[in-house]
C-alpha cells in the first residue's frame, strides 16, 4: 500500500479544534442523562415550571410512570439527547439550589485554580470528583488560555470559563449523585 504524500497543515487541525470526538460525544449524553436524573428527582410543579421545551418536560414526567430500570435508562438517555439542545446554564440553575452557594463557591475557586496551576490540581479535582474526565478538563483549560493569550477581550474569557465552569459544575451534580 503506497504510502500518502500529503502533509497536512496547521489549517486542518484548526478545523477540527472544537469538535468533540464521538467518545466525547457519548460521554457528554451520558453525563446529560445524569443531569437529567437529577432532574426528574425534581417535584412535578418545578418540572412544569422548567424554561425548556414542551417534549423535555413530557420526557421527565413520562420517567414517573416507567418502573423497567432498562426503559428508564433509555429514558435517561433521550433526556439527555434532549437537553444538549437547552441552555446549560437554565438547566444548572435550577439544580444548584440542591448544591448551596458555598459548594458553587468552591466550584468558581477549582475552576481559577485548575487554570492557574494545571495538571496537578486537575488530578487533586479528580481525586475528589468521581465523574470528572482530565481530556475534557484540559480542553477547557486550553480554551481558556487560549483566549486570553489571543487578547479576545474579557468577554470572550469569561465565556470559555464560564462553559468549564458548567462542565465542573455538571461533574459535581453527578459525581453527588454517584
Do not use: C
Not at 75 to 97: A, H, M, W
Amino acid at each position: 500500500m503506497a504510502r500518502r504524500t500529503q502533509r497536512f497543515t496547521e489549517d486542518d487541525f484548526e478545523s477540527l479544534e472544537g469538535r468533540a470526538s464521538k467518545t466525547e460525544q457519548k460521554k457528554a449524553v451520558h453525563r446529560m442523562a445524569a443531569l437529567g436524573e437529577r432532574l426528574a428527582e425534581l417535584s412535578p410543579k418545578q418540572i412544569k415550571n422548567l424554561p425548556v421545551e414542551e417534549r423535555l418536560i413530557e420526557a421527565l414526567e413520562d420517567v414517573r410512570s416507567i418502573t423497567s430500570g432498562e426503559a428508564r435508562r433509555r429514558q435517561f438517555l433521550r433526556i439527555g439527547k434532549l437537553l444538549r439542545n437547552e441552555d446549560e446554564s437554565v438547566i444548572l440553575s435550577y439544580l444548584t439550589p440542591k448544591q448551596g452557594l458555598k459548594k458553587t463557591a468552591q466550584l468558581h475557586r477549582w475552576v481559577d485554580r485548575m487554570i492557574a496551576q494545571g495538571d496537578p490540581a486537575i488530578k487533586e479535582f479528580m481525586k475528589m470528583f468521581n465523574a470528572a474526565e482530565h481530556h475534557p478538563i484540559r480542553q477547557h483549560i486550553l480554551r481558556v488560555q487560549r483566549d486570553i493569550k489571543q487578547n479576545l477581550g474579557e468577554e470572550a474569557v469569561a465565556k470559555s470559563k464560564l462553559n468549564m465552569f458548567n462542565y465542573i459544575q455538571q461533574v459535581a451534580l453527578i459525581s453527588d449523585n454517584t
